[in-house]
């Protein structure tokens, strides 16, 4: 999980997908996720929010095209969300969560706790029951939740487990950042070996195009919750790195330590 944090540009390429082999058509679609819109209620100092694990249909290019079907975390009363509703308060927020495993199977969910702290840290859900954590948001830092189906780690994810993973950005107290927050993904099928990555839910050329300013500073917090490492790169452009973690740490760099590509 070394590269979970890197600053760069996204261009992958989906391979070519089939339709799944469980056909379901009574599955929801699971919706791409452009992070700019925080999940749950906040008020007072505290964020109150209901996510769900929930099966749906995942369309990586456009709607209605290639599919998977998969799990993926939702907002109750909401449609799922690829990748998973953004998690995003100031330091010091008290987070209340009620957390309702809708899947046909067990799920041990990580990341759903203070910052920093013990990456192996989990919660076990059993299909159908629903659990409550509270925790402190911790350090400011850019941070990934995610779950597994299998008890495998991040890093051994395949097939519909692959889609579980969301955002958890904390912000000093009293300052938010102007910034787009990207969460790469990697599909692998188990039966065909295909892998189909993405970017916030979508594969390139179908997700967000982003129209910049000659001149001007843009920030972004890139997340890598897939199992596999991504050269992050702009193309004839420079960028600085601000900062890395792990997932559950995150080490932002002095000003005059920050690496410079």
């Excluded at 594969?203 to 992050?232: C, F, Q």
Aim: aromatic letters at 8%; proline letters at 7%.
């Amino acid at each position: 999980m070394r590269c979970l944090l890197r600053l760069g540009i996204v261009g992958l390429t989906l391979c070519p997908v089939a339709s799944a082999a469980r056909a379901d058509d009574t599955l929801p679609a699971v919706m791409a996720n452009d992070n700019r819109t925080p999940a749950g209620e906040l008020r007072n100092g505290t964020l109150s929010l209901q996510l769900e694990l929930r099966e749906g249909r995942w369309y990586p290019e456009n709607s209605g095209g290639p599919y998977r079907d998969v799990y993926a975390f939702a907002e109750a009363d909401r449609a799922p969300q690829s990748s998973g509703p953004l998690i995003r308060v100031p330091q010091g927020t008290l987070i209340h969560t009620t957390i309702r495993n809708a899947l046909p199977v067990a799920a041990r969910i990580y990341g759903l706790h203070s910052h920093p702290e013990d990456s192996n840290e989990s919660l076990q859900l059993p299909p159908g029951e629903t659990r409550q954590l509270e925790f402190t948001a911790g350090e400011p830092g850019t941070y990934l939740y995610w779950a597994t189906t299998s008890d495998h780690s991040l890093t051994q994810r395949a097939g519909p487990e692959s889609a579980l993973s969301g955002a958890l950005v904390i912000d000093p107290s009293g300052k938010r950042s102007d910034d787009r927050v990207f969460v790469v993904g990697l599909l692998q099928d188990p039966v065909d070996h295909r892998q189909i990555p993405s970017i916030n839910g979508k594969s390139w050329p179908y997700t967000d195009h982003l129209t910049l300013e000659v001149g001007k500073t843009y920030h972004w917090r890139v997340i890598n919750g897939s199992l596999d490492g991504h050269a992050m790169h702009l193309h004839g452009f420079y960028f600085t790195v601000d900062g890395e973690g792990d997932g559950e740490h995150f080490e932002r760099y002095p000003l005059e330590q920050r690496l410079q590509l």
